[in-house]
Antibody, heavy 118, light 110 residues
Framework: QVQLQESGPGLVKPSGTLSLSCAVS?????????YSWVRQPPGKGLDWIGQ????????NYCPSLQSRVAISIDKSKNQLSLQLTSVTAADTAVYYC??????????WGQGTLVTVSS | EVVLTQSPGTLSLSPGERATLSCRAS???????LTWYQQKPGQAPRLIIY???SRATGIPDRFSGSVSGTDFTLTISRLEPEDFAVYYC???????????FGQGTKLEVK
């Protein structure tokens, strides 16, 4: 059974770069899988950030974040990465990674809270 | 821009009652692109329904999904105490190969 675990700094300064990792266990990265990053500001709904196709590294991003976001994979470490540049307080959220099955996300990490503050 | 509008924002019901949650898409959506999630406080979302009407593994049969045109419905036939949570619909959007979520419906105990 695939398990996901997000990790990274819980505090990022405004205008800085948010960097998170998602460790994948129970599955070998390199299969024909898609993974997404999703975030949830405190007390608000879910926002899709972007996805990566593991077999070829192809990515797609939410249009409103496309200029600031990058998702990548490190097959040697069996993990995904998220980078979000030029962050502001509006980027404060719980960040989740999720594994796709078809067009739905059956597997999620537990999420990690990132606060943007000086 | 493709928008999913969920209604009502909050639904107050009692255990044993029937819950009907709505998700309306601003444009035509293929049923296979529509998903429902349940989220409880402090937890990650949990997949409930995929392809508009297929129950995910381990989801009890009191949960059902249906579609009529661009209107998608999640029905919980007889509410159990553990069903009170926030429910989100999600849509895959082929035009940018991405996803969007509805704003959520909070199902609370009356």
């Amino acid at each position: 059974q695939v398990q996901l675990q997000e990790s990274g700094p819980g505090l990022v300064k405004p205008s800085g770069t948010l960097s998170l990792s998602c460790a994948v266990s129970g599955a070998f990265i390199g299969t024909n899988d898609y993974y997404s990053w999703v975030r949830q500001p405190p007390g608000k709904g879910l926002d899709w950030i972007g996805q990566i196709h593991l077999s070829d590294g192809n990515t797609n991003y939410c249009p409103s974040l496309q200029s600031r976001v990058a998702i990548s994979i490190d097959k040697s470490k069996n993990q995904l990465s998220l980078q979000l540049t030029s962050v502001t307080a509006a980027d404060t959220a719980v960040y989740y990674c999720a594994r796709h099955s078809g067009f739905s996300f059956p597997t999620w990490g537990q999420g990690t809270l990132v606060t943007v503050s000086s | 821009e493709v928008v999913l509008t969920q209604s009502p924002g909050t639904l107050s019901l009692s255990p044993g009652e029937r819950a009907t949650l709505s998700c309306r898409a601003s444009q035509s959506v293929e049923s296979r692109f529509l998903t429902w999630y349940q989220q409880k406080p402090g937890q990650a979302p949990r997949l409930i329904i995929y392809s508009a009407s297929s129950r995910a593994t381990g989801i009890p049969d009191r949960f059902s999904g249906s579609v009529s045109g661009t209107d998608f419905t999640l029905t919980i036939s007889r509410l159990e105490p553990e069903d009170f949570a926030v429910y989100y619909c999600q849509q895959y959007i082929p035009s940018f190969s991405g996803y969007t979520f509805g704003q959520g419906t909070k199902l609370e105990v009356k």
